[in-house]
């Protein structure tokens, strides 16, 4: 069990139903993530990964319960648990028309640094993520691969504490799934707790040492990978996820 | 103010990189403002200096006919052709058709008897009346039949009006001095002489014409006058095509949802769109300003001349640009899609345009219509571009309009405040 101070996030009782939609709903969910654990939330497609990363987020407003950010609530501190964490989101959430350099000077803005800050973190991370030679041109004309990379910068930016990532590599050549999974491991060793949702279960598994699988609003399993593999008598993440949610079809409607 | 800043100029550098909105917002006022100014400077020329042309075909042999050709001639609106008397209707709209004139006038056979018989009629009762014998009494002088007036239908009803006063003043004319003649000579047993029938007929007196100013020092308006402040509104509305549809687009996409994870309110960019596209609108008024002041005599039509209150002219442009963008921003916040926030806002400001008075003026709309124009925020602007460019006035004169402006400008941005709350966004 880990302690609640040692928590990156801790969702208690969480109740959450879509108004006017009789689909997804949460009741009484729990989780809990410790603070620098590389943690993948799992499930298939219209169980409610987006929806529970976009509450941590403070994108929905949860019905019942609490989600707490390093122990703010995300409910009644918006704005302070805001600075902690940076959400790279599944659609690409930058200005097309703008260049890297120009998203990140907006964006870092927005986040709270100082133009000095904005000016060091913009080289560093255009030089990490392989963006540099393509510094003042506009994303509109960039590969999937490359607004990618971009879309990870923006969202590591202020340097959070926790990143949350809604399947960051989806569309992405090999090259570049290998260049951001590094640098999010890169970034772990740091001390940035990371929660990641992703439908590359191959790809987790080299990542995540904390696993939850998520179906129907509901969590089924959460421990170490190795745990739950072990426990459940499988050879892989894929094995294990098949087994636990099934192999039929999911129309997410 | 970091933040703020930071905005502007990413607002700024997005809207540089939008070729299709900047041309709505620049050269599509432009072009609608010469279009606008020279279609109505060529009615004006139309009329004034070039004169309509008007096909007569005169069916009367006497001279009652002969003189109100000279009238109309004369009345200085008209370039008069002639047509055989024996022309019937379809040669005459032919003729119409061919000499591309939009007006055609017969004048009926026995035109002169009965005005002579008329006239000896009024002028018969006038000496009675008198208590003088009158042997030129006529029991039934009858009416005079009317004189035929066609007309192309693209002529417009103002325009036709007017061409029918001038015809009646030409009428009239003719029927006064022929009524002027019979009096005379029932009087004195001679004609009248030609200097005393000049005298009475053509000594009227002068109209000086003055425009009302504040200033006293006005010049004739002109349609440059008329026309720039009016479209210079149309274009800070037209806003909306770039600024409501910018509003919805960060609303639908990614960014959006990056921006309501970071410690800033979204508030920082709405003002920050306010202030970028503000100076976008006062950009317009000076670009379509300097064409009329420059750009317009080298085109061959009236110059602009600008108010002498050159900071109240800012003021009105900064204030009428605000509510510009304020109604674009409400309508971009209450759209779901970009083609909601173009259709919408494109049909909205056209009815703002005419209600408020760019397309027809308020003087010339009904009661109701007038109460409506109170509503449309161009009315105001319109109103208060006016009492600089027309009247003379100063900012001081037109605080009347500026201030319902402003209060539809909050009014604007409460209901978007409303709106970004009940969505969520704020």
């Known amino acids: 069990m880990v302690a609640t101070d040692a928590l990156a996030v801790h969702i208690a009782n969480l109740g959450f139903h879509y108004p006017g939609n009789d689909g997804l709903t949460f009741s009484n969910l729990n989780l809990k993530v410790g603070k620098g654990e590389r943690f993948g939330l799992f499930g298939p497609n219209g169980a409610g990964k987006t929806t529970l990363l976009s509450l941590m987020a403070g994108l929905l407003s949860a019905d019942e319960g609490s989600i707490h950010l390093l122990g703010l609530d995300v409910g009644k501190h918006n704005k302070e648990v805001n600075k902690l964490f940076g959400f790279v989101p599944q659609d690409f959430s930058f200005y097309e028309e703008l260049s890297p350099v120009e998203n990140m000077e907006f964006f870092g803005a927005w986040s709270g640094l100082t133009s000095h800050q904005i000016k060091t973190r913009t080289g560093e991370l255009l030089h990490i993520l392989g963006l540099e030679n393509v510094r003042n041109k506009p994303v509109d004309k960039f590969s999937g691969g490359m607004k990618r990379r971009v879309n990870l910068a923006i969202g590591v930016m202020h340097n959070p504490a926790i990143l949350i990532l809604d399947e960051p590599t989806v569309g992405v050549d090999v090259q570049t799934r290998h260049a951001i999974i590094n640098y999010l491991m890169e970034l772990n060793k740091k001390g940035t707790t990371l929660i990641y949702t992703s439908h590359q279960l191959s790809e987790a598994e080299g990542l995540c040492q904390q696993v939850a699988l998520i179906d129907d609003g509901q969590i089924i399993v959460q421990d170490s990978l190795t745990e739950l593999l072990k426990e459940h008598r499988q050879e892989s993440l894929e094995e294990l996820f098949l087994n636990l949610t099934g192999k039929a079809y999911r129309n997410d409607v | ?426």
């Open chain 2, 1 to 426: 103010m970091f933040k703020l800043w930071a905005t502007i100029v990413k607002d700024f550098r997005v809207l540089v990189r939008d070729g299709i909105g900047l041309s709505l917002m620049f050269v599509m006022p432009v072009v609608l403002v010469v279009v606008v100014t020279d279609i109505q400077n060529s009615t004006f020329a139309l009329i004034n200096k070039n004169k309509m042309p008007i096909l007569i075909c005169n069916r009367d042999t006497g001279e009652s006919s002969v003189q109100l050709i000279e009238a109309i001639n004369k009345i200085g609106m008209f370039k008069v052709f002639r047509l055989p008397e024996n022309q019937d209707v379809e040669s005459i709209t032919g003729a119409m058709k061919q000499r591309d004139a939009l007006l055609g006038i017969v004048i009926p056979g026995d035109f002169t008897r009965k005005v002579k018989a008329k006239s000896k009629n009024v002028a018969g009762k006038a000496l009675t009346s008198f208590g003088l014998q009158a042997d030129t009494v006529q029991k039934n002088a009858g009416d005079i039949d009317p004189l035929t007036l066609y007309y192309n239908p693209v002529l417009q009803e103002q325009l036709r009006f007017s061409v029918q006063g001038g015809l009646r003043t030409a009428l009239q004319l003719v029927e006064s001095r022929e009524t002027l003649r019979s009096l005379y000579f029932s009087i004195n047993e001679k004609p009248l002489p030609a200097k005393l029938e000049d005298e009475m007929l053509n000594n009227k007196a002068a109209i000086n014409e003055i425009p009302v100013s504040k200033n006293g020092t006005l010049s004739a308006p002109n349609a440059a006058q008329h026309n720039v402040p009016a479209w210079t509104i149309f274009a800070m509305f037209f806003v909306i095509m770039s600024l409501g549809g910018s509003v919805v687009r960060e609303k639908v996409s990614g960014s959006f949802i990056r921006l309501k994870t970071l410690p800033t309110n979204y508030l920082v960019g709405l003002l920050s769109k306010q202030i970028t596209y503000v100076a976008v609108t006062v950009l317009q008024a000076a670009v379509i300003f300097s064409l009329g002041i420059w750009i317009f005599p080298l085109m061959g039509l009236p110059s602009l001349n600008i108010p002498l209150d050159i900071p109240g002219l800012f003021v009105v442009t900064l204030i009428c640009g605000w509510c510009a963008v304020s109604y674009a921003i409400c309508v971009g916040v209450f759209a779901e899609t970009h083609q909601q926030s173009n259709g919408f806002g494109a049909i909205s400001i056209v009815i703002l345009a005419a209600i408020g008075g760019l397309m027809v003026p308020s003087f010339a709309m009904d009661t109701s219509l007038k109460t409506w124009s109170n509503f449309s925020p161009m009315h105001w602007c319109l109103q208060a571009y006016y009492g600089l460019f027309l009247e003379g006035g100063r900012l001081r004169d037109v605080l009347g309009n500026l201030i319902p402006l402003i209060l539809i400008t909050l009014a604007l941005q409460l209901i978007t405040f409303f709106g970004l709350k009940r969505k969520n966004l704020i």
